[in-house]
C-alpha cells in the first residue's frame, strides 16, 4: 500500500470539542446528598461515564483503507463486544464498562526506545492528525463487523519515541484495575490479568495498523477499549487490544494473554486464515453483524480479511499453518 503524503489534503491536527455537559463524582454525590439518597454510594463510587465526543478527522487520507462494505449499524459495533474486563457475555462490556475511569489517562512507552516517556489523554486525542478509516474487522468466532475508526498511525505514536535499532516487538497491556474490572474479579476468570498483546515491529510500523481513538466521528465508548485501542485489521480482533496503558518495545516475542491461555488454538500472528481452522471450528466463513439465527448473514471470509494485498509481503516465505 502507499501512502502518498504529498497528495493528501493535510487537515490541521484534530481538534475534540468537549461535550458541554458531563456528570462527574463530585457533582453525582451532591445531588444524591441534596436528595438524601447517600445510600446509592456504591453505584457512584466511579467517575460517571463520560458521553462520546465529536472528532474531527480528515476523510480518505489512505489509500486502500476504507472497506466498500456497508457500515455495521452503530448499535452492533458498540453493543456486541468482547471486553472480558468486564465480562464474557457480548451485553457485559455495553453495561459495565462505564465503571472504568478513561480520564485521567495516560500510556507509557518503554524498553528498546530512545526516547521513553509518557502521553497523557490530550497528548492522545489532540496531539495526532486524525484520520477515518473503514475496516472490515474479523472476530476469531467468526463475527465480523465493519467499522469507521477515527485514528493514526501506530508508526507515527513509535516515531516520536524513536525505536532502537535492536527493537523487534511491540508488546501492549490494557489497565488492570480490578476496583472497576468486575469481569477481572471473578472466579471463573481464567485469564493472567492484565491483557496482553503484541506485533512484530514491522506489523506495527505498518499503514494500515491503527491506534484508535474514536469510531463514528465519536470518541470510543468505554466498551470499544476507550479512550485508545489498537485495530489491525488484516489480524483476528484479539489482537486489537483495548484500553491501552502500556507499550513497549523489545527483542524478544511477547508474551500474549490468549496464547498464553490456549496455545494451540491462538497463535501469536492469527492472521485472517480461511485456509487455517481453528481447532474448534472452521474459519471459512463468518457472520457480519447484524446476524441472527433467522438471518445469520453468513459469507466467506478472505485471507488476510481482504488486505492481503497490502500485508501478504510482511510474511513472504513464512508457513501460515505453522506460525498461525
Ligand atoms: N482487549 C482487552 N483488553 N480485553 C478483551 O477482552 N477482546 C478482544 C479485543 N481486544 C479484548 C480486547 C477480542 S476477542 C475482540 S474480538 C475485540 O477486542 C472486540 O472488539 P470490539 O468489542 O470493539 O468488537
Known amino acids: 500500500m502507499t501512502r502518498k503524503s504529498a497528495d493528501w489534503p493535510r487537515i490541521a491536527s484534530s481538534e475534540i470539542t468537549p461535550e458541554s455537559v458531563w456528570l462527574n ?22 467517575a460517571a461515564p463520560q458521553a462520546p465526543r465529536q472528532l474531527n478527522a480528515a476523510q480518505g487520507v489512505c489509500e486502500g483503507c476504507q472497506a466498500k462494505d456497508p457500515l455495521t449499524p452503530y448499535e ?3 453493543g456486541y463486544n468482547n471486553f472480558y474486563e ?8 455495553a453495561e459495565h464498562a462505564h465503571a472504568m475511569t478513561v480520564d485521567p489517562w495516560s500510556v507509557e512507552v518503554s524498553g528498546l526506545v530512545k526516547k521513553p516517556g509518557k502521553l497523557n489523554l490530550e497528548d492522545i486525542l489532540g496531539g495526532f492528525d486524525l484520520e477515518e478509516r473503514i475496516y472490515r474487522f474479523r472476530c476469531v468466532e467468526a463475527w465480523s463487523m465493519v467499522v469507521p475508526w477515527v485514528g ?6 513509535l516515531a516520536r519515541f524513536e525505536p532502537s535499532e535492536d527493537a523487534r516487538y511491540v508488546a501492549f497491556k490494557t489497565l ?10 471473578s472466579f471463573t476468570s481464567t485469564i493472567d490479568w492484565p491483557y496482553r498483546e503484541g506485533l512484530r515491529l514491522d506489523e506495527a510500523m505498518h499503514p494500515l495498523t491503527l491506534m484508535t481513538v474514536g469510531l463514528y466521528g465519536k470518541t470510543l465508548p468505554n466498551q470499544s477499549g476507550a479512550p485508545l485501542r489498537l485495530v489491525v485489521p488484516w489480524k483476528y480482533g484479539f489482537k486489537s487490544i483495548k484500553s491501552i496503558v502500556s507499550v513497549e518495545l523489545t527483542d524478544r516475542q511477547p508474551r500474549t494473554s490468549w496464547q498464553e491461555l490456549a496455545p494451540r488454538e491462538y497463535g501469536f500472528y492469527s492472521n485472517v486464515n480461511p485456509d487455517v481452522d481453528h481447532p474448534r471450528w472452521s474459519q471459512r466463513y463468518e457472520r457480519r453483524l447484524p446476524s441472527s439465527l433467522f438471518k445469520p448473514n453468513r459469507i466467506p471470509t478472505q485471507k488476510f480479511n481482504g488486505y492481503g494485498e497490502q500485508v501478504a509481503g510482511l510474511y513472504e516465505g513464512m508457513d501460515l499453518a505453522k506460525y498461525y
Open 76 to 78: 452492533d459495533a458498540t
Open 176 to 185: 488492570y484495575r480490578r476496583s472497576e474490572m468486575r469481569g477481572t474479579r
Open 25 to 46: 463524582r463530585r457533582n453525582l454525590i451532591k445531588a444524591a446528598a441534596a436528595g438524601g439518597v447517600a445510600t446509592v454510594v456504591p453505584e457512584l463510587s466511579y
Open 86 to 93: 468486564f465480562g464474557t457475555d457480548k451485553s457485559d462490556p
Open 152 to 157: 493514526f498511525p501506530l508508526a507515527d505514536l
